[in-house]
């Protein structure tokens, strides 16, 4: 994005909202070709989960979309802008940690999520440093509205909650090492470079990183008449894998309903197993009030290896979220059932309900 130059005034606002999702800000100053914003998110709410002998609930922080700060600064030179990007996370009680044995995380964790360098130039976006790697993000592409409650990544809803065996007793095996999306490489250092929009709509992306964690992947993002299409596609080398995975997700603006799919899979080395998911969700927005849309949901995951050899894992899920636009605020609740299975048991299914908002300044 390039920012006006504006010539000698320093402008300070508070409460604008940058246009990519995620990325609000409190403060955006101008001068000249110099820019600075600073914003962020919270994202808090309540967690209440059975695992098939008790009900527990819990304070937590919403790992879908977990509370960060960000600060981007940079200089537009016209046809290139170059700049700096700082993005902390910061967690207490995360959906992600909270369980039957740990109802309150006795920290809270800090993350170092970006700290990068970047150069948008007009033959592409060059980035180096601690950040998105090429193939970040590729499995969750999704329209429906109802992410921050619900995605193709099904274990961030209640991930810490541990499984019980049939005849009660806790396991250690938990949602989050039974559920994963396969998505491409994470944040970490790395450089990369992403290529300028070709044709009517790809752009292709590449990194390399530490530990050899390389990747390339090409997102796809168009209207047809009606229909918003949005999609993307990696391959990336993790450390004893070769992973391919992708997602995919069309609306159709005029009646809100929305259809997302998402599958991976992982080569590992050892020929030990075949870890593979397919992720399935419909989606359906509207503006029933005047202050926010409204949207809702319906998804199902499935997996297969993910856990160990012969392990299986399904999931239903229902989202709904309500916008409140004028004060950057989504409310939103969710429901998830979760089902597994080793090779030589099955588990008792955890159902979790999550309901909280998330507020971005």
């Not at 059975?50 to 981007?72: C, H, I, Q, Y």
């Not at 902390?88 to 920290?107: C, D, H, K, R």
């Not at 752009?203 to 999609?231: I, K, L, M």
Request: aromatic share 14%; hydrophobic share 35%; proline share 2%.
């Amino acid at each position: 994005m390039h920012h006006h130059i504006l010539p000698t005034v320093c402008l300070l606002t508070f409460g604008a909202a940058l246009p990519t999702a995620g990325q609000a800000q409190v403060v955006n100053i101008q001068d000249g070709g110099f820019s600075f914003t600073f914003g962020g998110q919270i994202n808090q709410g309540v967690l209440f989960a059975d695992d098939g002998v008790e009900t527990n609930s819990f304070w937590v922080d919403n790992d879908n979309s977990s509370t960060r700060l960000r600060a981007r600064a940079a200089y537009d030179f016209g046809t290139y802008v170059v700049g700096a990007l700082i993005e902390y996370e910061f967690e207490f009680n995360s959906t992600a940690v909270v369980n039957q044995l740990v109802p309150n995380q006795s920290f809270s964790v800090s993350n170092e999520r970006k700290f990068e360098l970047f150069a948008e130039t007009p033959y592409g976006k060059f980035s180096y440093g601690q950040g998105d790697t090429a193939s970040n993000g590729t499995s969750e592409v999704d329209l429906s509205g109802t992410g921050v409650i619900g995605y193709s990544g099904v274990a961030d809803l209640a991930g810490g909650m541990l499984f019980r065996d049939q005849a009660g007793t806790l396991t250690m095996q938990n949602v989050g090492g039974n559920f994963s999306n396969l998505d491409g490489n994470s944040r970490q250092e790395r450089f990369r470079y992403d290529t300028p929009t070709l044709g009517s709509g790809f752009v292709v992306s590449a990194s390399a990183g530490e530990d050899d964690r390389n990747g390339v992947a090409v997102n796809y993002n168009n209207d047809f008449g009606d229909f918003t299409f949005a999609s993307a596609i990696s391959y990336n080398e993790r450390q004893g894998a070769d992973r391919m995975n992708g997602s995919v997700s069309v609306k159709h603006t005029p009646t809100g309903i929305s259809v997302t799919f998402a599958s991976g899979s992982d080569d590992l080395d050892d020929n030990s197993r075949d870890p593979g998911f397919n992720y399935v969700k419909v989606g359906y927005e509207r503006d029933f009030f005047d202050f926010g849309s409204t949207a809702l949901s319906v998804d199902y995951y499935d997996g297969e290896d993910i856990a160990s050899l012969g392990s299986n894992s399904d999931s239903f899920g229902v989202q709904v979220v309500q916008n409140i636009d004028r004060y950057n605020l989504e409310i939103y609740g969710g429901y998830r059932s979760y089902s597994a299975s080793s090779a030589t048991e099955s588990f008792q299914d955890v159902d979790a309900l999550l309901i909280g908002a998330r507020y971005k300044f």
